[in-house]
C-alpha cells in the first residue's frame, strides 16, 4: 500500500450530522420528513444529489430556479453549522494515523464530494498535511462514480490498487471499490456495505492492520 485517501464528512470530522441538520431544515420546508436511514443515502453525494433524492421521496417537483434556491438555502444552513468547528472537531484516530502515514513516507490525499472541504480543512488547522485535495469542485461526477479517488491516485502518483480509503458513505465505498482500491469502511453504529474492512472509527484500527497491509 503505498498512499491513503480520506473523504472529509464522517471521517476526518464529525460534519455528517450538520448535512443531516440542514437537509432535515429544508426537506421540512417542503413537507417532508427526512429519516436518518434516507439520510445515509445523502452521505458521499454531491448537494444537488441530494435534494434530487428528497423530491424523489416526497415526490415533491419543483422547477429548476426552486431547486437553485433550496440549495443554497441548505449551504447557508450548513455553512452557519459549521461555522465554530476547529481542530476540536477532528475525529479520534485522525491525527494519529496522519503522523503514521508521515513516519512511514505514506503521501494522503483528501476525496470529499464537498464543495465546503477546502474551508473545513482549514478550520481544522490541517490542510497542509495533504499532499493532494480532490473535492467537489474538483470533480464532474460524483461518487458513487469513482473520478474523485482515481484523480487522487493520478495526483500522487500511485497505482490505484496501491491506495487505502477511509470512507463513511455507501457511496464513497462503492466508488473505492470500482476504483480497485482497499475500501475500509468507518461506521460507529454497523458497517459499511461492501467495505472491505471495517471499524468504528479511525481509532479503532490497530496499528498492526497498516503493517499486514502495507
Ligand atoms: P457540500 P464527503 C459529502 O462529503 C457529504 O458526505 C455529503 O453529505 C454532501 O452532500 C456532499 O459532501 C456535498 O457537500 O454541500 O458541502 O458541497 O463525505 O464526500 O466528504
Ligand atoms: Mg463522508
Known sequence: MKAFIFDLDGVIVDTAKYHFKSWKIIGKKLGFELTKTQNEFLKGISREESL??????????IDRMDKKKYMKEKNLIYKELINNVDKMD???GVNKLIDFAAIKGIPIALGSASKNAHGILKKLGIQNKFKVIIDGNSTSKTKPHPEVFLKGAQMLGVNPKEVIVFEDSVAGVKAANTAKMVSVGICASGKIENARFNFKSLDDIPLEFFENVI
Open 52 to 61: 434530487d433524492k428528497i423530491l424523489n421521496w416526497g415526490g415533491i417537483s
Open 90 to 92: 477532528i475525529l479520534p
